[in-house]
């Protein structure tokens, strides 16, 4: 096994004949492509981190083996660990300000616990562990699919069936499978692709064909990424990084992962034919935990940047004195404080499961459940308060470049203390944010990013259910109503009333 690698060598690495459609074509190199290439770099940034002085102390820890890893990819024995992790997720997050949400350190929330919980993976136990220290060793980038195409979802499972990633054969050395998954965030820029089900169940007549958990690379013969429309190349089609300068390098372009017939080795299964290992493992093996942990810690940085660019905005308009304009900012502070709590709280009052330390179950539920309303509001905040001022906005950067336009662009667009090109340069950063294609799919994104708006609810009940918070808040209850009767107080602390109850 090779050593974490560094910014030049991730690139490289993604040069390996891989199946990247876009616009109906076949894309050679996406590190050189103007779909992806600036997302690649974007990630090689984060690689390149590793190996920096300053932010490797950050970012890296040594294994028991002597060598270097990124800290969330390592086992975590205790809080501290995970507060040291946290930050550095925190420090990779502030890379892309946040906008980037499946990095590398995502997947290390399974990665990093497949050797303490290898004998979960009934028959597979060995493949758990070397993917363990293949992963702190190399820290490859590995995106995810669980979720079956939205295809006829009226239908039964097994009407459906073509559809799902199942084994439809099986060899000596491995599984042979096909189907389709979505949705691949940035799978174009990745090294493998990690395949599982959320909530598998048999296909009808004990069919558990589909029941699977393994890990693919994503030049395996086969393999074939359908990628939505690139933001990053529509942003350098109609514009420049003053236009897009967020969409035009951070544009994580998620695709549909087809699997035409993919051998997998046995050395990358999981889990072949076992619905319970599949279905448990997202709780049973603290995936949950771990991803809920990361996904917050992202989100808190992003809050941290819109924070900022509300007030920055504020400032520009002349608006920042107004008390409205001031209760809708500290709304916005106080969700990032909220987030940042969370990640401390999920750490600091984490529990102990076969020796390693799991971020707080709970309260990474409520992050599931709250950012994806806590997006939507602050998004509202932003059209509220800047309101107009995200469309009063010269076309593009070359407005500015023209002689003859420019004296009016500096009368009419500048702002309270700030000049026009400053104002617009923020102002298209905002609208970036929250406004372009780009902004929409981020929306999108952050409400649906830890599973459909039910599941999370629903899963939120479920675990209060399992750790016996539901029956302690019950319980709760009961202690005050078992405190009175029709007599009065049953107890010496209070005074009943002094009179009768007549009974007829």
């Known amino acids: 096994m090779k050593d974490m690698m560094n910014g030049k060598e991730y690139l490289e690495s993604l040069r390996d004949n891989r199946v990247v459609y876009l616009n109906g ?69 502030k890379l892309s300000y946040g906008f980037m949400g499946r990095t590398p350190d995502y997947k290390a929330s399974f990665t990093a616990h497949l050797k303490a919980f290898a004998d979960y993976y009934e028959g597979f136990e060995d493949n758990a562990r070397n993917w363990y220290k293949k992963t702190t060793k190399e820290i490859p980038f590995i995106n995810h699919t669980i979720i079956n195409p939205q295809v006829d979802r009226s239908k039964p499972l097994h009407e459906n069936k073509d559809v799902f990633v199942r084994a439809v054969k099986e060899r000596d050395d491995g599984i042979i499978v096909s189907g ?96 319970k290992v599949v279905n448990g493992f997202f709780v049973e093996t603290g ?121 009016y662009l500096d009368r009419y667009y500048r702002g309270s203390g700030i000049g026009a090109e400053e104002r617009v340069k923020l102002m298209k950063m905002i609208w970036d944010a929250i406004g372009t294609e780009f902004g929409g799919r981020h929306e999108l994104y952050e409400i649906n990013y830890a599973g459909n708006h039910e599941n999370i609810r629903l899963e939120t009940l479920k675990i209060a259910d399992v750790t016996g918070d539901s029956e302690r808040f019950k319980a709760f209850v009961d202690s005050a109503l078992d405190d009175y009767d029709l007599h009065g107080w049953v107890n010496d602390t209070w005074v009943s009333p002094k009179k009768e109850i007549v009974q007829k």
């Not at 690689?47 to 800290?71: F, N, S, V, W």
């Not at 023209?402 to 004296?407: Q, S």
């Open 287 to 407: 995936f949950v935990n771990r991803f809920t942990f990361q996904g917050c810690t992202r989100f808190a940085v992003k809050l941290d940047f819109m924070v900022g660019l509300l007030m920055k905005a504020t400032e520009a308009a002349g608006t920042k004195q107004f008390r409205g304009v001031q209760a809708n900012i500290g709304e916005v502070v106080a969700f990032r404080n909220m987030f940042w709590a969370l990640s401390t709280a999920m750490a600091a009052n984490c529990e102990m499961r076969n020796g390693v330390a799991l971020p707080n179950l709970q309260y990474g539920a409520a992050y599931r459940v709250l950012a994806p309303m806590v997006w939507p509001r602050v998004k509202q905040i932003f059209e509220q308060v800047v309101a107009g001022g995200l469309i009063q906005l010269p076309s593009s950067a070359n407005d500015f470049l023209n002689p003859e336009l420019r004296p």
């Open 25 to 93: 074509e076949k894309i050679d190199d996406v590190t050189t492509h103007p779909a992806y290439e600036n997302a690649a770099r974007s990630i090689a940034r984060m690689y390149d981190a590793l190996h920096d002085e300053q932010m490797g102390k950050i970012l890296t820890t040594t294994t028991e083996e002597g060598y270097r890893t990124h800290k969330f990819f390592k086992e975590p024995k205790n809080a501290q660990d995970l507060l040291e992790a946290r930050d550095a997720i925190a420090q990779w997050a």
């Open 180 to 275: 389709a998954k979505m949705v691949g965030t940035a799978a174009a820029l990745t090294h493998y692709n990690f395949v599982s089900n959320y909530g598998a169940q048999d296909l009808g007549d004990g069919d558990q064909s589909h029941a699977l958990i393994f890990f693919v690379p994503m030049n395996a013969p086969g393999v074939k990424m359908i990628s939505r429309q690139s933001y990053e190349q529509i942003a350098k089609t109609l514009g420049s990084p003053f236009d897009y300068p967020l969409s035009s390098r951070f544009d994580e372009n998620d695709a549909v992962i087809v699997l035409d017939n993919v051998f997998i080795p046995w050395e990358n299964v999981f889990a072949y034919k076992n619905v």
